[in-house]
Nanobody, 124 residues
Framework: QAQLVASGGGSVQPGGSLKLSCQASGFNLNYYAIGWFRQAPGKVREDVSCISSANDKAYYADSVKGRFTISRENAKNTLFLQMNSLKPEDTGVYYC?????????????????WGQGTQVTVSS
C-alpha cells in the first residue's frame, strides 16, 4: 500500500530553521514527481515547492524562494524540505505529495498520494 509519512515539524522563532522529511513506502519515489504544500489556519492549501523526477528541476513559490530547498534521497525513498529564515507567515500544516507522472505541477489535484501533514509554527 502506497504511503507517505511526513515528519520534522515543530515550533521555532522567526529566523530559525526546520527540515521536513517525508518517507515513502509501497512505491519508488525515484519515478514520481514530488511536492510540498502547506495550509495556514483559515486558508486554502497552497503549493510551496515541487520537483520533477525527469530532470530534478525544482519550482518554488515566490514566498519561499531563496529560503526553502526541496530535495530527495532516492536510496532512502525520502523527500525533504529544508526551511531557513522562517517567518511567522510560514506557519501552517505542511503536506508532502507524490505524483505518478514524472513532471511536477503546482496543482493539488494532480498529486496521487499525500502525507498526513506536519505542523510548523513560527512565532516569537
Amino acid at each position: 500500500q502506497a504511503q507517505l509519512v511526513a515528519s520534522g515539524g515543530g515550533s521555532v522563532q522567526p529566523g530559525g530553521s526546520l527540515k521536513l522529511s517525508c518517507q515513502a513506502s509501497g512505491f519508488n519515489l525515484n519515478y514520481y514527481a514530488i511536492g510540498w504544500f502547506r495550509q495556514a489556519p483559515g486558508k486554502v492549501r497552497e503549493d510551496v515547492s515541487c520537483i520533477s523526477s525527469a530532470n530534478d528541476k525544482a519550482y518554488y513559490a515566490d514566498s519561499v524562494k531563496g529560503r526553502f530547498t526541496i530535495s530527495r534521497e532516492n536510496a532512502k525513498n525520502t523527500l525533504f524540505l529544508q526551511m531557513n529564515s522562517l517567518k511567522p507567515e510560514d506557519t501552517g500544516v505542511y503536506y508532502c505529495a507524490a505524483r505518478r507522472i514524472k513532471w511536477a505541477t503546482t496543482l493539488l489535484n494532480d498529486y496521487d498520494y499525500w502525507g498526513q501533514g506536519t505542523q510548523v509554527t513560527v512565532s516569537s
